[in-house]
Nanobody, 126 residues
Framework: QGQLVESGGGLVQAGDSLRLSCLASGRTFSSYAMGWFRQAPGKEREFVVSIDRRGDTFYADSVKGRFTIARDNAKNTVYLQMNNLKPEDTAVYYC????????????????????WGKGTLVTVSS
């Protein structure tokens, strides 16, 4: 059926950078919109960023200008470059895939995603 595996999380200090990776297997990666969601302790899951088959992207206001999403279809991988990390970015970051557009994924609240990864933890200390 396919699966997504995230990697790259860790413990960093405020102002540091980190790059997350999401490796997809078992499905036609290039046909899917890919996105990142995150869930902080005690909080609801929230949308972070998405990219679709056309290369269109959509960013949450909270990360715009600091985070960048990119995809490498030859490697079946999507990346999340996170710069100038803040303590409020601390969360488990999840990769998701769906046959939709980047804009639609930003509006779906994480519902209806075809695939989810198990997450990777990012902790930002002050």
């Amino acid at each position: 059926q396919g699966q997504l595996v995230e990697s790259g999380g860790g413990l960093v200090q405020a102002g540091d950078s980190l790059r997350l990776s999401c490796l997809a297997s078992g499905r036609t990666f290039s046909s899917y919109a890919m996105g990142w969601f995150r869930q902080a302790p005690g909080k609801e899951r929230e949308f972070v960023v998405s990219i679709d088959r056309r290369g269109d992207t959509f960013y949450a206001d909270s990360v715009k200008g600091r985070f960048t999403i990119a995809r490498d279809n030859a490697k079946n991988t999507v990346y999340l470059q996170m710069n100038n990390l803040k303590p409020e970015d601390t969360a488990v970051y999840y990769c998701a895939a769906d046959l939709t557009t980047a804009q639609m994924m930003s509006e779906m609240g994480g519902y209806g995603m075809d695939y989810w990864g198990k997450g990777t933890l990012v902790t930002v200390s002050s």
